[in-house]
C-alpha cells in the first residue's frame, strides 16, 4: 500500500510572496489533515478535511492561509503572503473512516522563507 | 481544547536500560491516545496507540500506560537500542467533533552506546 505523498519535499520563498503544496492521501482514505510543524516542536494542526469538505479549520490562519480538496481525494495548502514564521514542515496526514485517528503522516515538505 | 503536556524533553539512557515518557491530558472526554516516533528529517511514524477502555497495551519492547483518573499516560521502551534514538511525540484528540490531534512538545531520546 502506497503511503501518503507530498511534493516539492523543499521550498525556499522570500518573504511575502506565494507557495503551494501538495498532498495526494493514502488511497481510500476519506478524511485528511495538514499540520505544521515548527523545529523543535510537535505538529500543529491546521485544517481536517472529511471527503472535500472542510471539518475543523479553526488554527488556520485565513488571511494567508487556504486549502482546498476539490474531488476529495489530492489536496494542496497555499500561503500568500508568505511570512518569515510561516518556515516550518508542513505536515500532510490521512486516516480511513473506520480508524480517524490512525493518522499516518506524508513526508512534508519543508519551507523556508527569507 | 485539548493541552497535552510532554515530559521530559530530553532523556538520555544507556543501551540495554528502560526508558520512559510522560504525558498529561487535559479533556476528560478523550478517549484515543497515540505516540509517534520521528527520526530526524523523516516523518513521525505511529509506533503504538492506548484507547481508553484498557490501562495498558503492549506491542514487543514497547508499551503504553494509561491512568484516565489521572489523565496522564506513558511509553515504557524495553532493552533500549540504537535505533530507537528518536523525538517521541505523544498526543490526544483535539476534541470538538474533529478528529485532528493535539501534540506534545516532543521527546528526544537518546541511546547510549
Known amino acids: 500500500e502506497a503511503g501518503v505523498a507530498q511534493s516539492p519535499r523543499y521550498k525556499i520563498i522570500e518573504k511575502r510572496q506565494s507557495v503551494a503544496f501538495w498532498c495526494n492521501p493514502i488511497?481510500?482514505?476519506?478524511?485528511l489533515y495538514w499540520y505544521q510543524q515548527i523545529l523543535g516542536q510537535g505538529p500543529k494542526l491546521l485544517i481536517q478535511f472529511q471527503n472535500n469538505g472542510v471539518v475543523d479549520d479553526s488554527q488556520l490562519p485565513k488571511d494567508r492561509f487556504s486549502a482546498e480538496r476539490l474531488k476529495g481525494v489530492d489536496s494542496t495548502l497555499k500561503i500568500q503572503p508568505a511570512k518569515l514564521e510561516d518556515s516550518a514542515v508542513y505536515l500532510c496526514?490521512?486516516?480511513?473512516?473506520?480508524?480517524?485517528?490512525?493518522?499516518?503522516f506524508g513526508p512534508g515538505t519543508r519551507l523556508t522563507v527569507t | 481544547g485539548e493541552n497535552v503536556e510532554q515530559h521530559p524533553s530530553t532523556l538520555s539512557v544507556q543501551e540495554g536500560d528502560s526508558a520512559v515518557i510522560k504525558c498529561t491530558y487535559s479533556d476528560s472526554a478523550s478517549n484515543y491516545f497515540p505516540w509517534y516516533k520521528q527520526e530526524l528529517g523523516k516523518r513521525p511514524q505511529l509506533i503504538i496507540d492506548?484507547?481508553?477502555?484498557?490501562g495498558e497495551k503492549k506491542d514487543q519492547r514497547i508499551a503504553v500506560t494509561l491512568n484516565k483518573t489521572a489523565k496522564h499516560f506513558s511509553l515504557h521502551i524495553t532493552e533500549t537500542q540504537p535505533e530507537d534514538s528518536a523525538v517521541y511525540f505523544c498526543?490526544?484528540?483535539?476534541?470538538?467533533?474533529?478528529?485532528?490531534?493535539?501534540f506534545g512538545k516532543g521527546t528526544h531520546l537518546i541511546i547510549q552506546p
Open positions: 488511497s481510500g482514505h476519506a478524511t
Open positions: 496526514a490521512s486516516s480511513s473512516r473506520n480508524s480517524p485517528y490512525e493518522q499516518y
Open positions: 498526543a490526544a484528540p483535539s476534541g470538538g467533533g474533529a478528529d485532528g490531534l493535539t
Open positions: 492506548i484507547r481508553s477502555n484498557v
